[in-house]
């Protein structure tokens, strides 16, 4: 009973942000006071602050590039990580591990490293600003997540399958994509669920790599935003806008959790 009581206070602390967004990005956006932002407004505002949130911050050709970057980005990253680990566990590339270090070792470093030299790189190669370069560094980003768990993964699989599939004339790259790759389904969509995710809530490169409306995430987008002190945009317009543009990953995870943690617990290490 003192457990159960002890959860649900924790879980109320737990949510009282996310009822602190609800109650104010419902708000009428001129009566906003920070004194009572806890206590319900009376009057329900949200669609009139998301339409002033979309107007201001042109929200529409953000959400358009994120949705793009978001899908496109993971789907190359996933498989490049499932051929990675594949080529290292099942075709057993000599000195295999010491490619799976080189993959995966850029993660160890912090991403605030990578923005000049990538800010200075892109520039010089004309992809500043542009959907293909952001496209290209969150694939880039996104590949070690792949290979680390396409690794595990593969590594439980018998490698007698492989070499039945060998015996009946397949190619090594048919038995990746009619064997391997459906095989590996559950640990693939887990993958590309947190990619996904990580890359609709990045700031940082969208930040340093893009400038134009039609070119950024939405996150760098809504950055610009600011409250009224600074931008003369109400807190409960920016509210509004942050709540919408969350929609979309807590969809996706509540659609595909049971599947999101079954290809975890597949992924994880053997």
């Given at each position: 009973m003192i457990r159960r009581a002890v959860l649900v206070v924790l879980g109320l602390i737990w949510l009282g942000p996310t009822y602190l967004l609800l109650v104010n990005a419902a708000r009428?956006?001129?009566?906003?006071?920070?004194?009572?932002?806890?206590?319900?407004?009376?009057?329900?505002?949200?669609?009139?602050?998301?339409?002033?949130?979309v107007e201001g911050a042109n929200l529409g050709g953000s959400l358009a590039s994120t949705a793009l970057y978001a899908v496109v980005s993971p789907l190359l990253g996933v498989l490049i990580g499932a051929l990675a680990g594949y080529t290292i566990v099942v075709l057993r590339l000599r000195h295999g591990f010491w490619w799976f270090l080189l993959i995966f070792g850029g993660t160890v470093f912090p991403s605030q490293m990578l923005l000049v030299p990538l800010f200075v790189g892109y520039s010089d190669a004309g992809l500043y600003d542009t959907r293909l370069g952001l496209v290209l560094v969150y694939t880039a980003i996104n590949v070690p997540l792949g290979a680390f768990v396409l690794r595990n993964f593969y590594q439980g699989v018998a490698f007698s399958i492989f070499e039945a599939a060998?015996?009946?004339?397949?190619?090594?790259?048919?038995?990746?994509?009619?064997?391997?790759?459906?095989?590996?389904?559950?640990?693939?969509?887990?993958?590309?669920?947190?990619?996904?995710?990580?890359?609709?809530?990045?700031?940082?490169?969208?930040?340093?790599?893009s400038q134009t409306a039609d070119v950024r995430p939405v996150m760098t987008a809504i950055a610009g935003l600011m409250t009224d002190v600074y931008a003369g945009t109400p807190v409960p317009v920016g509210l509004a806008a942050g709540l919408v543009v969350s929609l979309p990953t807590v969809v996706l995870f509540l659609a595909t959790q049971r599947l999101f943690a079954r290809g975890l617990s597949l992924g994880s290490v053997q």
């Open positions: 009428p956006a001129e009566s906003y006071d920070p004194a009572r932002a806890w206590a319900p407004s009376g009057d329900f505002a949200l669609l009139d602050n998301v339409a002033r949130a060998r015996m009946d004339g397949a190619s090594t790259w048919r038995v990746f994509w009619r064997v391997y790759l459906p095989m590996s389904a559950s640990a693939l969509t887990a993958v590309f669920i947190l990619e996904f995710t990580f890359i609709w809530n990045d700031l940082v490169f969208g930040l340093t790599l």
